[in-house]
């Protein structure tokens, strides 16, 4: 499986942006790039996915760069509901629908 | 709202016991997937299904745990017999091959805790 990077924790302020980075160098052509949140005390919820254009939903928009290497979660004003560890996985499509969780990225956010 | 559900949500029980976990996926929804999550771990597939048939299993201790789908609205897992360090979150989540988004929903998990 090809494998993420992502910082271990993040800091922001309530209601300002934040830009989670994620970086797979080793991502391939049929490497789709998924995006989990988990809130405390809850189960993993799906943020957003895309393949190699940027994406934007009601939750957040995802940002990939050219070369596919490397994508940024962004979530325009972050909420006190915001904070959670984020999940940057590849799924291959030619494996099923199956994730690997790595550890994620804490984020906290400050009042 | 559709979502996926996990009875019980807390367990505690003795080494030795056995332990039944059960997953109610989203109805329509083909493919199950059990996870279990520890602090040192973090979150790791165990087994999933697909129409009820086991497709990949390979993540969990074979000689303890056990899988299964009864029905298309019935996901178990077992765990016979238990040990402390079987204490963890595990989580079901379901997701429908209908649409191509292939997005996973987790249930709320259930908290074991083997004494």
């Known amino acids: 499986d090809a494998k993420t990077t992502q910082p271990n924790s993040m800091e922001s302020n309530e209601e300002e942006p934040v830009h989670l980075p994620c970086n797979h160098s080793?991502?391939?052509?049929?490497?789709?790039i998924h995006w989990y949140r988990q809130l405390p005390s809850q189960g993993p919820e799906y943020v957003i996915h895309?393949?190699?254009s940027n994406v934007n939903n009601r939750m957040a928009s995802l940002a990939i760069a050219e070369d596919r290497k490397s994508s940024t979660l962004i979530l325009h004003r972050a909420t006190l509901r915001d904070a959670a560890v984020y999940y940057c996985?590849?799924?291959?499509?030619?494996?099923?629908?199956?994730?690997?969780f790595g550890q994620g990225t804490r984020l906290t956010i400050n009042p | 709202d559709a979502r996926v559900t996990q009875t019980p949500r807390h367990k505690v029980t003795e080494m030795g016991q056995e332990v039944t976990m059960r997953c109610q996926p989203i109805?329509?929804?083909?493919?199950v997937f059990w996870y279990r999550q520890t602090m040192m771990q973090g979150l790791e597939l165990l087994a999933y299904?697909?129409?009820?048939?086991?497709?990949?299993d390979s993540g969990m201790p074979k000689d303890r745990f056990s899988a299964e789908m009864p029905d298309a609205t019935l996901a178990t897992l077992k765990i016979q017999p238990s040990e402390p360090r079987d204490s963890a979150v595990y989580f079901c989540?379901?997701?429908?091959?209908?649409?191509?988004?292939?997005?996973?929903?987790f249930g709320a998990g259930t908290r074991l805790s083997v004494l």
């Open positions: 996985i590849l799924r291959d499509v030619r494996r099923a629908q199956k994730l690997v």
């Open positions: 080793t991502i391939s052509g049929t490497d789709y």
């Open positions: 895309g393949l190699t």
């Open positions: 109805l329509g929804h083909n493919t």
């Open positions: 299904f697909r129409n009820r048939a086991p497709l990949d």
């Open positions: 989540a379901s997701v429908t091959d209908r649409t191509p988004k292939n997005i996973q929903y």
